[in-house]
């Protein structure tokens, strides 16, 4: 997918979100929107070091701006109205935006304060779609026409199904993030290196910095990948040609493309000559395969838990093929062994938002409490499919110590835990009844395993 290509489908994006928004203006009763992109907010309110803006998604769902103080104004049948701070700062400018396709598709304004905004807004039925709310308040906003519940529920509804753009944007995340992947594998294999360097190696060979990934690199050496979010880098270098110690790697990290995102998890192994290191790779082959296994029982109309309840039958029997469960893959499940092993959600809507709107309106079964995507599956959605089999102690001593402790092999369960866990994650979007395109084995077509 070229630029070119983004740059061309912006148009029907704008022409279709621009409809979307007059009906549900029109039916939630509003006469216009205000959208904010966001303020700069203070650390802490000790210094004056500022936290980069992390753009509303509202406002990138119509523009890729990321700047603070742009706003937005979408009015019923009207030409929406981009208004941006172009006051002289000689201390900081904003980031420039990835394309100006947008510019032909709005009005736009040059302002010095936000406030500039007041004399351009209907009288009456004004929105605030924003997290400033103390603007809002500034801007003369009372406090229920600030994200109204249901303005804001039918708006993200337009976020669910993915517009020809979006999916380009997505594409493309994925081949940008795919080659922060290639050079960590690379560096990994080869070389010294720590989980601290390892982040930086992606963020140089993905021309990121770190506020502007979509989410904090996970980079887990280890041990460390039992953290399912592990961010605090660590700085021990460890060397695959010093002490040849087999050891693992899990690497969750994406990129963004005009402010869409992807998700992308691999799990790596290097070193042989210890049986365990063997057993912690045919682990990752086979949680490769069943990953894969899940992205082709994609169905629309399947209700996306479904897939969800498939993934513990799976874990249950990885788990028994691999003799660190010893009872039955169908009673691990039952009795909840296997989400001890693999206690998060098989996954999660993805597009502005790493964790996405629109696929979880209503919530998942109790046993399934950290499941992010409980929607019947429908052509034009973006999900992640990331299964994980982890070795987490803090979850695993109330099996080790209670009554059903023989069903685990603890001997075999110690000798994988210096590798931490395994997860592989690919995003995915639905094309037709039983049709997927899997937009990150475009790019990474191994979901990791050993790295040479
Ligand atoms: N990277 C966070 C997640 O996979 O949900
Ligand atoms: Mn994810
Ligand atoms: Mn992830």
């Given at each position: 997918m070229s630029f070119d290509r983004i740059d061309a489908l912006y148009a029907e994006h704008a022409t279709w979100l621009r409809e979307r928004y007059d009906e549900v203006l029109e039916r939630e009763g509003w006469e216009a929107v205000v959208i904010h992109s966001g303020s700069a907010r203070?650390?802490?309110?000790?210094?004056d070091q500022y936290w980069p803006v992390r753009p509303s998604p509202h406002l990138q769902h119509w523009v890729a701006l990321h700047e603070p103080d742009a706003v937005l104004l979408v009015q019923k049948g009207r030409a929406p109205l981009l208004a941006r701070i172009n006051r002289f700062d000689f201390w900081e400018h904003p980031f420039a935006p990835e394309?100006?396709?947008?510019?032909?598709?709005f009005e736009h304004l040059g302002v010095?304060?936000?406030?500039?905004?007041k004399r351009h807004l209907p009288t009456a039925r004004v929105a605030f779609i924003g997290d400033d709310r103390a603007l809002a308040g500034r801007l003369g906003f009372l406090d229920e026409a600030v994200n109204p519940r249901e303005f804001l529920a039918s708006l993200d509804a337009l976020r669910t199904r993915k517009t020809r753009y979006e999916v380009a944007c997505v594409a493309e995340a994925n081949r940008r993030a795919s080659m922060g992947h290639h050079a960590v594998v690379r560096a990994f294999e080869g070389g010294a290196g720590s989980e601290l360097t390892l982040h930086l190696e992606y963020l140089a060979a993905t021309s990121q910095d770190d506020p502007e990934t979509p989410y904090k690199n996970i980079v887990a050496l280890g041990t460390n990948?039992?953290?399912?979010?592990?961010?605090?880098?660590?700085?021990r270098v460890t060397s695959a040609t010093s002490h040849g110690e087999p050891e693992s790697l899990l690497l969750d990290a994406g990129a963004t493309c005009m402010g869409y995102c992807s998700d992308i998890t691999r799990t790596w192994v290097r070193g042989r000559g210890s049986a365990s290191a063997d057993i912690f790779r045919a682990l990752v082959e086979k949680v490769d395969a069943m990953q894969q296994g899940l992205c082709a029982a994609v169905r629309e109309g399947a209700p996306y838990e479904s897939l969800h309840d498939r993934s513990h039958d799976e874990v249950g029997r990885i788990l028994h093929e691999l003799g660190v469960?010893?009872?039955a893959p169908d009673e691990a499940v039952k009795v909840g062994v296997t989400r001890a092993f693999y206690p998060h959600g098989l996954g999660h809507s993805l597009g502005l938002q790493c964790h996405d709107v629109g696929c979880a309106l209503t919530r998942p079964r109790a046993d399934n409490p950290f499941l992010r995507n409980t929607s019947v599956i429908a052509a034009g959605q973006v999900f992640t499919i990331e299964p994980g089999v982890y070795f987490i102690d803090g979850l695993l001593r109330p099996l080790r110590e209670g009554?059903?402790?023989?069903?685990?092999?603890w001997a075999l369960v110690d000798a994988l835990t210096p590798f931490g866990g395994v997860r592989i994650e690919d995003d995915l979007l639905v094309t037709g009844p039983e049709e997927h395109r899997n937009m990150t084995r475009e790019h990474l077509p191994r979901g990791g395993g050993d790295v040479s």
């Amino acid at each position: 997918m070229s630029f070119d290509r983004i740059d061309a489908l912006y148009a029907e994006h704008a022409t279709w979100l621009r409809e979307r928004y007059d009906e549900v203006l029109e039916r939630e009763g509003w006469e216009a929107v205000v959208i904010h992109s966001g303020s700069a907010r203070k650390r802490t309110e000790f210094d004056d070091q500022y936290w980069p803006v992390r753009p509303s998604p509202h406002l990138q769902h119509w523009v890729a701006l990321h700047e603070p103080d742009a706003v937005l104004l979408v009015q019923k049948g009207r030409a929406p109205l981009l208004a941006r701070i172009n006051r002289f700062d000689f201390w900081e400018h904003p980031f420039a935006p990835e394309s100006d396709h947008f510019k032909p598709h709005f009005e736009h304004l040059g302002v010095e304060e936000v406030s500039a905004i007041k004399r351009h807004l209907p009288t009456a039925r004004v929105a605030f779609i924003g997290d400033d709310r103390a603007l809002a308040g500034r801007l003369g906003f009372l406090d229920e026409a600030v994200n109204p519940r249901e303005f804001l529920a039918s708006l993200d509804a337009l976020r669910t199904r993915k517009t020809r753009y979006e999916v380009a944007c997505v594409a493309e995340a994925n081949r940008r993030a795919s080659m922060g992947h290639h050079a960590v594998v690379r560096a990994f294999e080869g070389g010294a290196g720590s989980e601290l360097t390892l982040h930086l190696e992606y963020l140089a060979a993905t021309s990121q910095d770190d506020p502007e990934t979509p989410y904090k690199n996970i980079v887990a050496l280890g041990t460390n990948a039992a953290t399912l979010h592990h961010v605090s880098y660590g700085r021990r270098v460890t060397s695959a040609t010093s002490h040849g110690e087999p050891e693992s790697l899990l690497l969750d990290a994406g990129a963004t493309c005009m402010g869409y995102c992807s998700d992308i998890t691999r799990t790596w192994v290097r070193g042989r000559g210890s049986a365990s290191a063997d057993i912690f790779r045919a682990l990752v082959e086979k949680v490769d395969a069943m990953q894969q296994g899940l992205c082709a029982a994609v169905r629309e109309g399947a209700p996306y838990e479904s897939l969800h309840d498939r993934s513990h039958d799976e874990v249950g029997r990885i788990l028994h093929e691999l003799g660190v469960v010893r009872c039955a893959p169908d009673e691990a499940v039952k009795v909840g062994v296997t989400r001890a092993f693999y206690p998060h959600g098989l996954g999660h809507s993805l597009g502005l938002q790493c964790h996405d709107v629109g696929c979880a309106l209503t919530r998942p079964r109790a046993d399934n409490p950290f499941l992010r995507n409980t929607s019947v599956i429908a052509a034009g959605q973006v999900f992640t499919i990331e299964p994980g089999v982890y070795f987490i102690d803090g979850l695993l001593r109330p099996l080790r110590e209670g009554e059903g402790s023989a069903r685990v092999d603890w001997a075999l369960v110690d000798a994988l835990t210096p590798f931490g866990g395994v997860r592989i994650e690919d995003d995915l979007l639905v094309t037709g009844p039983e049709e997927h395109r899997n937009m990150t084995r475009e790019h990474l077509p191994r979901g990791g395993g050993d790295v040479s």
